[in-house]
């Protein structure tokens, strides 16, 4: 990342939102910046440093602050993200065509280790109400979840959890909700190809979060390829989740005569799982024992410059306190392959990041794309020039901890602090993904907006610029533009989304939780289907 902290210069000290041009330059050595004025500036607009735009610039977009030769760096964050095409003069709008994307940084000769290695001051005393379970890990939220083995039965369960929802839950007003873990998987796929263990331990990983209290039930068709046994290989679930038993209903018994009978068997277990779920209680836990899925999604310039660095700095308390956070979305972050490398926490753990970065430059090239695929039209509108800009913004969520552990994807945590989760950036892949790993939290940044959520855990939206946060007043949980008017700092915004974690952990619903809003879980299959 960068030599010195990252410590945002607005270019006007006023404390209050004015008109008056702003920029936000993240480094010192920054040769540009970002216009944070909401409509973006006209030609001649001068900032309070005297700098005059040559020509309009719009919001989020970049500006020349000093004279930039042809072929000469633009740097942003304290690192390259190209070349300018041609001479840019001070003032000028660096449009997308102007950068030139440098090619991807190779995987040889990384620093190991040279970063980030002093252990960051202990934070003590924070605590939020949670559901303990058996196994060890806690809960944020108390949910009967019923996992599938495959597609053909979703219909089946969604009418079947449709009912369970109207006749059942009412009995157990200590139960959240009941959720159907539907997928695409499952039958029609090559099982045995390398590549298919990824979505088969997502599935049994998923079915083990642990808002779903170690109550594992599932529904099967019959004939399909992923067979129960499969799924989960005796050992599988641990003994202290109903003695290492998924209570199970397969839809081609013989003894369900009928679409009807296939439905009460599912409702009588599903009653006894509640029945089960209905014991528990929230209890007081540390904030260790909180385990924070990060992403963003819908990024723009701000993303990089407000949300992502507040979420950086509450990663940093989370990590001191003792939690478990994850990043992932391993094209957003390989271009920052160095950094990443120079804060792991050992050569093992250095070593297992570069394996997960060429798997994907090797699947990516198997697809004949590279990373440069992963930037959209949104994002190019709201000022990120390419995927090397988007990976440096993206970076900084992870804060400034050592890196102590690193999972493929579908994988399941075994340790605690900063973790590296590689996932794709997909959003409801890696929010699957990290569903796998066992977050009981998960906290999401958007810049051009997106009402993303998940049935199983709750997820906290951070906008990345105000007037975003007003206009979707009822979608987005936490308004990080404030660190653009200069209201409020990164750390002020830091620490609020810290308590908000704590807060909502506790049983505080997020906007998309009070909507009911959620997205598809979506397995990540790199292997072939038949
Ligand atoms: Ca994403």
């Known amino acids: 990342m960068t ?18 041009p702003r920029y936000i330059r993240m480094h010192d050595n920054d040769n ?34 000093v004279d930039i030769a042809a072929g000469a760096p633009v740097l942003r964050y304290n690192v390259a993200i190209g070349t300018a095409a041609r001479a840019l003069a001070a003032g000028s709008w660096i449009a997308e065509a102007e950068v030139v994307m440098p090619a991807a940084r190779g995987l040889e000769n990384l620093p190991v280790g040279t970063r980030g290695q002093q252990a960051l001051e202990p934070l003590e005393g924070y605590t939020f109400e949670g559901y303990r379970n058996a196994d060890g890990s806690v809960g944020t939220r108390n949910i009967l979840a019923i996992t599938t083995t495959v597609q053909c039965v979703a219909g089946v369960v969604e009418h079947a959890v449709a009912r369970i ?30 590549g298919a263990e990824i979505p088969i331990r997502t599935v049994r990983n998923i079915s083990m979060n642990p808002n779903f209290g170690g109550q594992a039930m599932l529904v099967s068709l019959g004939c399909e390829k992923l067979q129960p046994a499969r799924l989960f290989p005796k050992g599988s679930i641990p003994i202290a989740n109903n003695g290492g038993e998924v209570a199970h209903v397969c839809l081609q018994d013989q003894a369900h005569v009928g679409f009807m009978s296939m ?18 209680r929230r209890e007081t836990c540390p904030a260790s024992e909180l385990v924070v899925g990060m992403q963003c999604g819908g990024s723009d310039a701000f993303s990089g410059v407000t ?76 000022g990120l020039s390419n995927i090397v800009e988007k990976a440096m913004g993206s970076i900084v969520k992870s804060g400034s901890s050592a890196i102590s552990g690193v999972l493929a994807p579908g994988e399941k945590l075994t340790r605690k602090g900063l973790i590296y989760a590689a996932t794709p950036a997909s959003d409801f892949i890696c929010g699957t993904l990290q569903l796998a790993a066992g977050m009981n939290l998960h906290v999401f940044t958007t810049g051009r907006g997106t009402p993303y959520g998940l049935a199983a855990v709750p997820v906290i939206k951070v906008a990345t610029r105000t007037e975003l946060a007003k206009r979707w007043h009822d979608l987005m949980d936490l308004d990080a533009g404030t660190i653009a008017s200069g209201e409020a700092s990164i750390a002020d915004v830091g620490w609020e989304l810290f308590h908000m974690l704590l807060a909502v952990a506790s049983g505080r619903k997020t906007w998309a939780e009070q909507w009911k809003l959620h997205n598809a879980l979506v397995l990540f299959n790199p292997a072939p289907v038949t």
Not at 267 to 274: E, I, V, Y
């Open 3 to 20: 030599t010195a902290p990252l410590a945002a210069a607005v270019s006007a000290p006023t404390p209050s939102p004015s008109p008056m």
């Open 32 to 65: 540009v910046a970002i216009v944070v004025n909401d409509g973006g500036l006209p030609a001649g607009a001068v900032f309070g440093d005297g700098l005059v735009l040559r020509e309009a610039v719009p919001q989020g977009h970049k500006v020349a602050l």
């Open 165 to 194: 929802k109207a006749e059942l839950l009412p009995k157990y007003p200590n139960v959240d909700d009941v959720v159907g873990l539907e997928h695409t998987y499952g039958c029609g796929v090559a099982i045995d190809a390398p």
């Open 263 to 280: 439905v009460a068997s599912i409702m009588q277990t599903a009653d006894r799982q509640l029945a089960q779920l209905d014991l528990r």
């Open 307 to 382: 949300a992502n660095p507040a979420l950086g700095f509450a990663t940093d308390l989370l990590v001191r306190a003792g939690a478990t956070v994850m990043f992932s979305e391993t094209t957003e972050v390989r271009d920052g392959i160095d950094q990443l490398t120079a804060r792991a926490a050992s050569p093992a753990v250095a070593e297992a990041m570069i394996a997960q970065m060429a798997w994907y430059d090797a699947y990516l090239t198997r697809g004949g794309v590279d990373r440069s695929a992963n930037t959209t039209p949104g994002n190019k509108k709201g």
